[in-house]
């Protein structure tokens, strides 16, 4: 049975009409922060606890989180938006990134966990596998932390920030 393409361009607004939270993933290597926005982010499994992210293979985080095997999640809060944008930014400069945005070190990882985040998990990489131009990135939940108790998520829909009703 032979169907017609796909249209790329369709396919982004239909998968972008289910709400996603959003969130940073991070990583220190050598000394040095790196982080990525992400909204591809679920839990895997209860035994073991797994979680998953998904990383673009052109992005330069791919290279370092899966050289560092270990890693931070922060989801994010509804104020948080900017740095949303500011981690998805492509080729910004890696020295001071991190700067104005209150974090703390992962007592597991070391990885950078922010601390307006709404939870936070810290990982270490179980599996990752081949997903065309992303790899899946599992990671076995080694630290949990709820750094905002009372913080309310961001949710990115139908490619636009926005906040729980």
Wanted: hydrophobic share 45%; charged share 20%; glycine share 8%.
């Amino acid at each position: 049975m032979r169907s017609e393409p796909v249209d790329p361009e369709l396919y982004r607004q239909v998968v972008g009409r289910f709400a996603t939270g959003v969130a940073v993933v991070t990583t220190v290597v050598d000394g040095v922060d790196h982080a990525m926005t992400v909204n591809a982010f679920t839990s895997v499994s209860l035994e073991p606890l797994l979680v998953l992210f998904c990383a673009e293979k052109v992005a330069r985080f791919h290279e370092f989180v899966l050289g560092s095997e270990q890693w931070a999640v922060s989801v994010l809060s509804e104020d948080m938006h900017e740095a949303s944008t500011w981690f998805a930014t492509r080729g910004r400069d890696l020295d001071g990134q991190l700067e104005g945005w209150p974090h703390t070190r992962g007592p597991v990882t070391g990885a950078a966990v922010f601390s307006a985040a709404v939870a936070a998990l810290e990982c270490r990489t179980h599996a990752v596998h081949d997903a065309g131009d992303h790899s899946i990135v599992v990671g076995e939940v080694l630290g949990l932390d709820l750094p905002d108790p009372r913080g309310r998520p961001l949710i990115f829909y139908d490619g636009t920030y926005r906040s729980l009703a």
